[in-house]
């Protein structure tokens, strides 16, 4: 049986998203979780987080936020952790229990870890490619996000392709695998339907080798009205596919319950060129799998 029908293909194309729900079973959104629990419980957490005290304030937070800038954009290939604001005190110790301190971990969970990569690579999201016409699909990162209870910040309105640039557009595409209920609570996704038609109004880019930030933005995000605005809220393991240029947003968690998600990104790689700007490349180590292959 088809994931998708022909209706939901239509759904997708018109309004830049789709909600399935039902895709994982509770069983596999279960196992997931277990496994993430495992990971942060064995992290370490990168030396930027952890201040080290110096009586040049200034020189410390230039470290720091060089410090933080590479582990970031080295982190295509690896499984690495970004926290929630304000979780560590002035030396650098956990002001909340670490478990609740993450915002995310990243960005190739797909790659080297067996159950992650087994849902990415799933007859179902094979079968989801095939069904959306992608001819020469590739993995380009992954996801595991926590929108912690109380403090799980918000993610403004933006577009995936600012991120994950492609010439033509049109080519990238993100699933987004709720773990837990996502509910208007807890910061389930809010989208404008049918704004993935109108191109990107900014890029990130990388800048020359050698300056700082590692990173720029080419353009600015547009301001949105809220009233365009429409929520998605949806089951454990359910699905919402999300176009790579459909403006979208999330609420601050302010609920006690966490709001979990595993979330992959494909690219068509069929005549498509990816970026050499991207904060994203591929390595020697992670060349872009193949989702068919
Ligand atoms: O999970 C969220 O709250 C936001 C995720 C998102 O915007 C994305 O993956 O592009």
């Known amino acids: 049986m088809d994931v998708l029908t022909d209706s939901d293909v239509k759904k997708y194309q018109d309004d830049g998203y789709l909600v399935l729900e039902g895709f994982l079973t509770e069983a596999e959104c279960d196992a997931l979780r277990v496994r993430m629990k495992d990971i942060v419980e064995d992290m370490d957490v990168p030396p930027h987080c952890r201040i080290q005290f110096s009586t040049n304030q200034e020189e410390q937070l230039k470290s720091q936020m060089q410090g933080s800038a590479d582990y970031f954009i080295t982190s295509g290939d690896k499984i690495r952790f970004f926290f929630e604001k304000g979780v560590f005190d002035d030396k650098g110790e956990f002001i909340v229990p670490k478990e609740r301190s993450i915002n995310k971990v990243g960005h190739a969970l797909h790659a080297y870890e067996p159950l992650y990569k087994s849902i990415t690579y799933s007859d179902k999201v094979q079968g989801l490619a095939k069904k959306l016409g992608l001819a020469s699909p590739v993995i380009l990162q992954s996801m595991y996000i926590f929108k912690q209870p109380g403090i ?95 403006v979208h947003r999330s609420a601050q968690n302010c609920s006690s319950d966490s709001r979990h998600v595993y979330t992959f990104h494909i690219m068509d790689s069929h005549d498509t060129l990816w970026s050499p700007e991207n ?15």
């Open 279 to 293: 904060w994203l490349q591929p390595t020697e180590e992670l060349p872009f799998p193949s989702l068919y292959a």
């Open 152 to 246: 799980g910040g918000e993610v403004t309105p933006h577009q995936d392709a600012t991120f994950l640039y492609t010439e033509p557009l049109g080519r990238v595409m993100g699933l987004w695998i709720a773990l837990e209920d996502a509910t208007l609570e807890n910061g389930c996704l809010w989208f404008i339907p049918g704004s993935h038609s109108t191109g990107i109004s900014r890029r990130m880019v990388r800048t020359p080798k050698g300056t700082f930030p590692l990173t720029d933005f080419v353009g600015r995000e547009q301001e949105y009205e809220d009233k365009l605005f429409v929520p998605a809220p949806i089951k454990k393991g359910g699905l919402v596919v999300i176009h790579g240029e459909v």
